[in-house]
């Protein structure tokens, strides 16, 4: 076999299964872009009734989206890149990334279905009887409270649960998803051969056979211990029976998979040599394309929830504040992340109460306010939150003496919620030991100057920004190069060092100090106030 990785003409193509869309992103050689292209559920795919890629039910707390969605959209997404002219047939490698937490039940008649897959045919019509759980719960539920409860009295605690699997438990991840319809349908249950993550289903796609869990992902479970990197049979015990068989085997996130399926290159022109790798989450995904690999590099990634998370060789979970996870890069480090439900979703609506939905005037009632808002503080839950913990929500407003408001001005309920949230992340990152001395800023609202001023000032660190804002579907084609790199040299070789011709980030801006003083000088009390409405 070449052993040549930078051969001329090789493709690398990322995919991203979000919550609102799929993305694919192609890179070659050199790590130039060579084309994009997505598919939003919502607006592609208006039959399946969802609002952002989900649907939400009546008791406000079970937030469901069908696989069969996925399904179609990747059909959707490659006649769009066919469209386009990509050359599939230089693709060497394809990886990918999946929401994470969200779960996948498939019956055992998936494994005929995947292998005999016919290039005729629609992905969707060939696949739409091999669910046992038609609507799969996705990372936006929080209905697992009682099983979460049962998790950490079963376990020990919090502290003993986050010892073992990274995190305490969480009513998102996919162990405790997994116990509650254990407990609420048997039935379900026991019609399901194979649970996989959205990540390894969209693997299991692509290679036309049942896809291993990567580590990386498998750490949002409840469900992995986290040093030995398998499922932890005191964490399997308490969820439910048989399940290390319904979850299949976990892998390094650099792995191979297999070949990709004769459906793909009879269809769309693959190459039969073109070689699938373990997909992982979006968050790890977020992690390679920022490059994050040595202490003090901090992402925080401004998507539908924001995240806020780092390289760390030495875990320390807590049983209180955030998440460790496998790297999915480094087979011997660490991801330590923190997730804030209330993001793009909570700046949208607050743009379009306060700022007639222009970006524009958004920013400009950001510049026109001065920072610490002169001490007006305002929190935004419009879901339950997930830093802090809570089923609180609503909004809720204060003015500089912590008494409680009814309101804002537009203007400043503008700055406000850009505020609380770095805030927020400033200091639940300090409860983990996050201590950035720069931060890589990714995601939709990275492209906002604005916002990324705050950030920076909140933090009183410098805040980068690469070409791509969209870093899970251009990580999930870095770990293709990745993991196709291992298997041609036959050997794990670092990342870093198949990386490194990779473009630089820029600069976007630098903090002010005073204004990095204001905040430092605010956060005791904002702090204070976030768990007064926490609760």
């Known amino acids: 076999m070449n052993d040549n990785t930078n051969t001329n003409g090789n493709l690398f193509l990322g995919l991203d299964s979000s919550t609102q869309g799929v993305k694919g992103t192609l890179i070659d050689a050199e790590f130039g872009v060579v084309l994009e292209d997505a598919v939003n559920f919502d607006s592609d795919l208006p039959e399946f009734e969802t609002e952002g890629g989900v649907h939400r039910h009546a008791d406000g707390l079970t937030i469901t989206s069908p696989p069969i969605m996925w399904v179609a959209a990747i059909d959707i997404l490659f006649e769009k890149l066919k469209a386009a002219g990509c050359p599939f047939s230089s693709v060497v490698a394809v990886s990918g990334s999946g929401q994470q937490h969200g779960s996948v039940w498939l019956k055992s008649s ?10 005729g045919l629609a992905l969707r019509d060939q696949l739409a009887d091999v669910f046992s759980v038609a609507d799969s719960p996705i990372w936006m539920d929080a209905s697992t409270q009682s099983q979460c409860d049962e998790r950490e009295a079963a376990l020990g605690g919090p502290q003993a649960v986050a010892d073992l699997t990274g995190s305490r438990a969480y009513v998102r991840f996919t162990g405790n998803q997994i116990a509650k319809i254990y407990q609420k349908d048997p039935e379900a249950y026991g ?11 969209v693997a299991a796609l692509l290679a036309g056979k049942y896809a291993p869990i990567d580590t990386s992902d498998g750490s949002g479970m409840n469900l992995m211990d986290i040093r030995t990197r398998e499922w932890s049979p005191e964490a399997l015990a308490c969820t439910a029976p048989e399940l290390a068989a319904k979850l299949g085997p976990i892998a390094p996130g650099h792995k191979t998979v297999g070949k990709i399926h004769s459906y793909f290159t009879e269809k769309y022109g693959f190459s039969p040599e073109c070689t699938v790798i373990a997909f992982s989450g979006d968050n790890p995904n977020s992690l390679a394309g920022l490059r994050l690999q040595s202490a003090g590099d901090v992402a925080i990634s401004l998507g539908t929830s924001d995240t806020m998370f780092g390289y760390l060789l030495d875990p320390k979970p807590s049983g209180v504040e955030g998440h460790i996870f496998a790297n999915p890069v480094d087979p011997e480090a660490y991801m330590v992340m923190l997730c804030h439900m209330n993001g793009s979703l909570a700046r949208e609506r607050v743009r379009d109460s306060a700022a007639g939905g222009s970006w524009d005037a958004f920013g400009e009632a950001i510049a026109n306010t001065p920072a610490g808002n002169d001490g007006r503080v305002g929190i935004f839950f419009f879901e339950p939150e997930i830093s802090p913990p809570t089923a609180n929500t609503g909004t809720f ?48 609202a990275s492209a906002n100057a604005a916002i990324l001023k705050v950030m920076s000032d909140v933090f009183g660190v410098p805040v980068y920004t690469g070409e791509q804002t969209a870093s899970a579907s251009l990580g999930a084609a870095y770990r293709a190069m990745h993991g196709w790199t291992c298997r041609v040299k036959g050997q794990f070789v670092p990342f870093a060092e198949v990386m490194s011709g990779a473009p630089s980030f820029s600069k976007a801006v630098d903090p002010d100090p005073a204004a990095h003083e204001v905040y430092s000088s605010m956060l005791p009390r904002f702090s204070e106030l976030e768990q007064r409405v926490a609760g």
């Open 110 to 119: 998936a494994v005929d279905a995947l292998a005999g897959l016919d290039s």
């Open 191 to 201: 019609q399901t051969d194979r649970v996989a993550l959205v990540s390894s289903f």
């Open 397 to 444: 407003f204060f003015d500089r003496n912590g008494d409680s408001i009814d309101n804002l001005t537009p203007e400043s309920e503008a700055r406000a919620v850009v505020e609380s949230q770095f805030m927020s992340m400033r200091s639940h990152g300090c409860g983990i030991g996050l201590e950035p001395s720069n931060i890589l800023a990714t995601g939709g």
